[in-house]
Each structure stands twice: as C-alpha cells, then as structure tokens.
C-alpha cells in the first residue's frame, strides 16, 4: 500500500486557500499597487471580496504600511504642540474622516511610540480603551522577561475587548510578562468602602506597583455619549453634578475642569487609579488620545503637566494650538 501523507482535513485546506488569498490580495495591493477592480479579475474575486479583505487585513495588524515620506503639516504641528505645552514628544498623525477609524490611527501611532520606549526591565502601567487596544498591533511582540504590565485603574462590570483586564492582559502577552490588575471596580460606593479595599494586602501591592511604573500608557474621556465611562450608569447618573462642577472629561476616572484640576465631585474621592498628580512623576508617560470632541480634555491634561508624551491626530492638533475652531457638540 502506497504510503499516503499526513491526513489534512478539508477545513484547514480551505484556510491555508484563504489565508494565501489574503496573502495575494495584500501584495498585489500595497506593493503591486494594483486596484481592487484589478485585483479581482486577476484573481478571479468579486470587488466586494477584495473590499473587504482589505479592511480585514487592515483591522487585525496583518499589513503594517511604513511611510518614510515627511508629512510636513503634521511636523509643523508636533514642533508647535510640543513647544506650546513644554512636552518631551509629540506625535501628529493625519486626521482620519471616520471617528472610530482615526481612534484606531491614533491608538496605532501610539503603539509605535511605546514599541520605542520600551526595553526589558521596565514596568508598563495601562488605562483602558479602544484607542490603546489598537495600540498591541504597532507593538512588536517579543520576550522582556524582567519587565512586567499592570493595570493603573480599577475597571468596569462588563467587557467590550477594551477593559482595563483585557488591555494589560493583551500587552502583558505581548512581551511576555507578568501581569497585575486592579481587580476592583472604578468607582466605589463610599469614600470609606474605597479606603476599606485598599488595606487588602494584593490591591494594595498592584497600587504600590501602578504608582512605580516606568511608563505609562493612557487615553481620556471626554463628557458626551461618545464616551464608554459616561454611558456606565454611575457616570451617567452623575453627568449633571460632574458638568455643573466644571468638568470637561476624565484622565484614569478622573474628572478634569479646562485648567486641568480635579473638579469638586465625590465621584472623584471615590475613584482607583492612579491619580493624574501622581502620572507626572512616571519617567515615559504617554497619552493616546484624538478627535476634535477630545480637544478641551487634552487641553486640559496638557496644562495639568500630567502627561510627557502625546499622540493625536492634525486637527486636534491645530484646535490645541488655536488654529482650529472645535465644531459645536449637541451629542450628550
């Protein structure tokens, strides 16, 4: 009897056939610089295929595009921002039409910044977010086995693939590193219930790790349903007191007023996180943050001093500076 191969199922066939079609739908593309009419016939695809594997390849990292070409309104920016708000590095990308797809830009941008900064030994402190879960494509997975992650504010009672558990669990297998969490809620019930937690001998021990963390990575939140932290009930309960105190978004949980201070509002003595005074002392601190309708909560961080390093994108770049009027916002 004939000695046959291993026994392949039809199934993995049919993936190992698609994952080569997407292999060859991404080549004939970025490189080939076909179009996606082109591609099709060439493959013998429908143009819808090719549309969408292109947004899929784009979406889960499989195609990274590294352009070399100087965007010089963008450098323009960066030099202004940083010069403006006295910070170490600053990143401007441009601004994309679509809101959730330049929340991905920037979040990407800022994965590549940390990809940078980071090296093994360090301890990586995160927020949560969608902006900084978009961040784990630009990282460049590799062991740091002395280096370890940990969440720097406690999180929410339901999961959207953004929380804070699974951002740092997402980074943490990035590198290869040992992860902490903060396994409490946000925002507690009382002052006392808060102080009550943090006598717990392992929320206390993540605390004292989140406050000593060689870089942090963070977003923020403005006060309009665009915000996950303003949908929760607890926020959303809250938003009138928060907005009557002065309150333009949130840093870690945090509520903010324009000048960048703590607004007087028991949801902030109520929070865990690390708290945006104690941000300032972290060596490499980087907000990843764009969108026009963010441009007062940045503003305000950046005269906070919270943050040393900022992502965004052009035109909130240039609304930061006064070069940019923010559209009026009827969303709440």
Same mark, same amino acid.
């Given at each position: 009897?004939?000695?046959? /191969?291993?026994?392949?199922?039809?199934?993995?066939?049919?993936? %190992?056939?698609?994952?080569?079609?997407?292999?060859?739908?991404?080549?004939?593309?970025? %490189?080939?610089?076909?179009?996606?009419?082109?591609?099709?016939?060439?493959?013998?695809?429908?143009?819808?295929?090719?549309?969408?594997?292109?947004?899929? !390849?784009?979406?889960? /990292?499989?195609?990274?595009?590294? %352009?070399?070409?100087?965007?010089?309104?963008?450098?323009?920016?960066?030099?202004?921002?940083?010069?403006?708000?006295?910070?170490?590095?600053?990143?401007?990308?441009?601004?994309?039409?679509?809101?959730?797809?330049?929340?991905?830009?920037?979040?990407?941008?800022?994965? @590549?910044?940390?990809?940078?900064?980071?090296?093994?030994?360090?301890?990586?402190?995160?927020?949560?977010?969608? =902006?900084? =879960?978009?961040?784990?494509?630009?990282?460049?997975?590799?062991?740091?086995?002395?280096?370890?992650?940990?969440?720097?504010?406690?999180?929410?009672?339901?999961?959207?693939?953004?929380?804070?558990?699974?951002?740092?669990?997402?980074?943490?297998?990035?590198?290869?590193?040992?992860?902490y969490y903060l396994?409490?809620?946000?925002?507690?019930?009382?002052?006392?219930?808060?102080?009550? !937690?943090?006598?717990?001998? /392992? %929320?206390?021990?993540?605390?004292?790790?989140?406050?000593? #963390?060689?870089?942090?990575?963070?977003?923020?939140?403005?006060?309009?349903?665009?915000?996950?932290?303003?949908? =929760?009930?607890? #926020?959303?309960?809250?938003?009138?007191?928060?907005?009557?105190?002065?309150?333009?978004?949130?840093?870690?949980?945090?509520?903010?007023?324009?000048?960048?201070?703590?607004?007087d509002h028991p949801?902030?003595?109520r929070v865990l996180?690390?708290?945006?005074?104690?941000?300032?002392?972290?060596?490499?601190?980087? !907000?990843?943050?764009?969108?026009?309708?963010?441009?007062?909560?940045?503003?305000?961080?950046?005269?906070?001093?919270?943050?040393?390093?900022?992502?965004?994108?052009?035109?909130?770049?240039?609304?930061?500076? @006064?070069?940019?009027?923010?559209?009026?916002?009827?969303?709440?």
């Open positions: 009897m004939a000695n046959k /191969g291993p026994d392949i199922g039809n199934s993995a066939i049919e993936d %190992i056939d698609a994952q080569q079609i997407r292999a060859r739908v991404a080549w004939l593309y970025f %490189i080939g610089g076909l179009t996606q009419q082109e591609i099709a016939d060439q493959l013998g695809l429908t143009r819808l295929r090719v549309n969408k594997t292109l947004g899929q !390849l784009r979406n889960d /990292g499989s195609v990274v595009v590294d %352009i070399r070409l100087p965007l010089a309104r963008c450098i323009e920016l960066e030099h202004k921002v940083r010069e403006h708000y006295l910070l170490e590095e600053v990143c401007v990308i441009p601004t994309l039409p679509d809101d959730p797809e330049n929340q991905r830009a920037v979040g990407d941008a800022a994965g @590549g910044v940390l990809d940078r900064l980071l090296q093994d030994g360090m301890g990586l402190g995160v927020g949560w977010g969608k =902006t900084l =879960t978009a961040g784990l494509k630009r990282l460049t997975s590799r062991p740091l086995p002395d280096s370890w992650v940990t969440s720097i504010m406690g999180g929410l009672t339901r999961g959207s693939g953004s929380s804070t558990f699974e951002v740092a669990t997402g980074y943490a297998r990035a590198i290869s590193a040992e992860c396994t409490a809620p946000l925002y507690f019930p009382t002052v006392e219930s808060r102080e009550a !937690l943090l006598s717990h001998h /392992g %929320i206390r021990e993540t605390m004292r790790r989140a406050r000593s #963390v060689d870089v942090a990575l963070v977003s923020c939140g403005d006060m309009t349903s665009r915000s996950l932290l303003v949908q =929760t009930p607890t #926020v959303s309960e809250n938003l009138e007191g928060l907005l009557a105190a002065g309150a333009v978004g949130d840093l870690l949980g945090v509520f903010l007023d324009s000048d960048g201070k703590p607004v949801l902030n003595e996180s690390v708290s945006p005074e104690q941000l300032k002392s972290v060596r490499h601190s980087i !907000l990843a943050s764009g969108g026009w309708y963010k441009v007062n909560i940045i503003r305000a961080i950046l005269r906070g001093g919270y943050i040393k390093r900022l992502v965004t994108d052009e035109k909130c770049a240039a609304a930061l500076l @006064g070069e940019a009027n923010i559209p009026q916002d009827n969303s709440q």
